[in-house]
C-alpha cells in the first residue's frame, strides 16, 4: 500500500496543513486523500512535488499491506485507549460531586 506518512512530515515541519497544498493547484478535496492514503494520480503527486520542490520518494512510500493494516489496528487500539481513560476519568468526577 502507498502511505504518504512522509508527506505529512514535511508539512508539519514547514508548518503547513492539508489544505495548504491546494496552493500547489490541487483540487479542494484531494489534501484529505492524501491524509487518508488513498488512490492518487500521478498528476496529482506531480503538482505536490512541484509545490513543495521535493521527489516523490520524499513525500510516499510502499508498505505491505499487513502492516499498513496492524499499524491501522495499534492507531485504533490507542485511540480506545484513551478515551477510555476519559471515561474512567470523568466517572471518576461525577462520583466527587455525586457525594
Known amino acids: 500500500m502507498i502511505v504518504y506518512d512522509k508527506l505529512a512530515n514535511i ?46 520518494c520524499e513525500i510516499m512510500e510502499w508498505i505491505p499491506n499487513e502492516e499498513y493494516e496492524r499499524q491501522q489496528q495499534n492507531a485504533q487500539n490507542a485511540q480506545i485507549a484513551s478515551i477510555d481513560a476519559q471515561i474512567a476519568e470523568l466517572m471518576a468526577q461525577k462520583e466527587k460531586l455525586q457525594k
Not at 514547514?14 to 500521478?42: E, V, Y
Request: charged share 25%; hydrophobic share 30%; with cysteine.
Open 11 to 56: 508539512l508539519k515541519e514547514r508548518n503547513m496543513q492539508w489544505k495548504d497544498l491546494c496552493k500547489g493547484g490541487l483540487s479542494i478535496n484531494t489534501p484529505a486523500k492524501f491524509s487518508h492514503n488513498r488512490t492518487m494520480n500521478t498528476e496529482n503527486i506531480d503538482k505536490v512535488c512541484s509545490f513543495l520542490q521535493v521527489q516523490p
